[in-house]
């Protein structure tokens, strides 16, 4: 049996739809490879000759020798991953068909590897995509493989892979930049910190690194509601937060236990789950959508907008902390991969704010301890068995506990109305008086027309506080109706001037207080 050389075309063009995804894939080769940094420099880029355009990815993993990149790198759908899926430092493999190598034939027409294991030589192998031309038989087509070049990438004790990819087919700018900066943004969980592994992007200047300043956990840690679970033993350990300033609930933290089996109880339809998955972790940051809200949380550029929401939100899987696809990935400006069918019940629920667009959440798992949940041969999503379904299932039901039981109690889409103190215009009160008066002081209720006649003996009683005389009553409405004038006419006096009365007629206030206890004593 034979394949014919223009396969290889069709599968880059069908499993990596753009230099984002392309890229994302290498960096996932180069995590299996137990790499503990990557290097992505796309400074060369943007020339602007398109056939000088080149991008360079390098890391510091175990590298290949001759056997691995004939019989391993250069062979379709070998069976190493299969057999092997854990790295030797017990890092989960991706990709059972070894379908990330046609990353290099999407991003570029030429590519160059240069690869080490250590103690071994270096090995450069050429790979020209023109050659694989229709009619060609695939195993015909043959690329160079030297190891006495003189352009050596690695000193005698290192090892690694570096990959320089050229005369590139798609350009890097605007919003193909914006892609590859969110892709590899979210290819690690922002939301589990890795200390073993970093990714790092080089050779942007200028305004092509804006993209580069927005930090997604920090805009989480400001959520108007959070959730962290931890799924062991078949119940969820969780901890939620409230920070809507417009909430009652405002800066709650409370702290419980779910059992699984009650929250999918309460799904609707006879659901059930199989207890197959273990250590699965939750994060989900749900946000009000009202941009006066939304400006009071802070980035590292300014403030948050429904723009830069729309960018993360969604709710995506993690596998050893790196991303699973198309879960929660954005298909349009108006959708995103709803797996958990969260905005089919926003139609048909009473409550209308629950969904994917107010949503920035990921779920988490390792693969050594739920090995079910494995990829497909095309990397298009995982393999839809028992454990992917009870995923589904329990993921779901966390997520309506978290809205049915803790948010909707705190949930506020409207500021409240606060009550101003007169003096300042103000809540809370920042002027000297202290205290926020919304109306002034009623007057004293008059006393009786005439002596009653006592129906029995009274009990002696110490003397009230007289009230204040009419004439201070008088002179405290006076103030109180300066002030309201003063309120009206600010714009048509100057700040300083207006401080100025303020104070003055604050001080009348303390001096008529002080006239008052006088009487009383």
């Not at 905005?343 to 107010?358: E, Y």
């Not at 497909?376 to 978290?402: C, H, K």
């Not at 129906?455 to 309201?484: F, H, K, Q, W």
Request: proline share 5%; hydrophobic share 30%; charged share 25%.
């Amino acid at each position: 049996m034979k394949a014919d050389a223009a396969l290889i075309d069709r599968i880059g063009e069908q499993f990596i739809p753009n230099n984002a995804i392309g890229i994302s894939e290498l960096i996932k080769n180069s995590y299996g490879a137990d790499a503990t940094r990557v290097l992505v420099d796309v400074g060369s880029a943007f020339d602007k000759d398109e056939k000088k355009r080149s991008i360079t990815i390098r890391d510091n993993g175990h590298g290949m020798d001759k056997s691995d990149i004939e019989e391993k790198f250069m062979v379709i759908a070998n069976e190493s991953k299969k057999r092997n899926k854990l790295s030797p430092k017990g890092r989960y493999c991706t990709g059972e068909m070894g379908l990330g190598r046609f990353a290099l034939q999407r991003l570029g027409m030429n590519v160059v590897v240069y690869t080490k294991k250590i103690d071994n030589n270096e090995w450069k192998l050429t790979i020209d995509w023109g050659k694989f031309q229709p009619g060609m038989n695939i195993q015909d087509v043959e690329h160079p493989l030297v190891d006495d070049h003189k352009d050596k990438k690695f000193e005698k004790n290192q090892s690694g892979t570096h990959i320089v990819i050229k005369n590139m087919k798609q350009g890097m700018e605007g919003n193909n930049l914006q892609k590859l900066h969110k892709a590899i943004g979210n290819l690690i969980s922002p939301f589990v910190s890795s200390m073993d592994f970093s990714i790092e992007i080089q050779g942007l200047t200028g305004n092509r690194r804006k993209w580069e300043e927005f930090d997604i956990q920090r805009i989480c840690e400001q959520a108007h509601y959070g959730i962290k679970g931890q799924l062991q033993e078949g119940k969820i350990l969780w901890e939620y937060s409230c920070k809507n300033p417009w909430s009652e609930g405002n800066g709650k933290v409370e702290f419980g236990m779910w059992d699984v089996k009650d929250l999918v109880s309460k799904l609707p339809g006879n659901q059930q789950v199989n207890n197959l998955l273990t250590n699965i972790r939750f994060h989900a940051y749900g946000f009000v959508r009202d941009n006066k809200l939304l400006k009071k949380l802070k980035t590292s550029s300014g403030n948050f907008s429904k723009n830069q929401l729309d960018e993360h939100i969604g709710v995506r899987v993690y596998r050893d902390m790196h991303r699973v696809y198309p879960y929660g990935e954005r298909l349009n400006d108006s959708q995103v991969n709803d797996w958990l069918s969260l905005d089919k019940s926003r139609m048909s629920a009473s409550t209308k704010w629950f969904s994917n667009d107010q949503i920035i959440a990921a779920v988490a798992f390792k693969g050594k301890e739920n090995p079910l949940l494995s990829d497909t041969a095309s990397r298009s999503g995982m393999q839809e068995n028992e454990q992917y379904s009870d995923l589904v299932t329990i993921t779901r039901a966390f997520m309506m506990a978290w809205k049915t039981q803790l948010v909707n109690k705190d949930h506020v889409t409207k500021e409240p109305k606060l009550n101003l103190c007169i003096l300042c215009n103000a809540h809370p009160c920042i002027c000297q008086g202290g205290t926020n008066i919304t109306t002034p002081p009623s007057a004293p209720p008059p006393p009786p027309a005439g002596p009653t006649k006592p129906t029995s003996t009274p009990t002696p009683v110490s003397s009230p506080t007289p009230p204040p005389d009419d004439a201070v009553v008088d002179r405290i409405r006076g103030v109180i109706g300066n002030l309201e004038n003063l309120g009206s006419s600010r714009g048509s006096i100057s700040d300083k001037a207006l401080s100025k009365k303020i104070k003055k007629l604050g001080q009348e206030l303390v001096d008529l207080s002080d006239e008052i206890a006088d009487q009383g004593d």
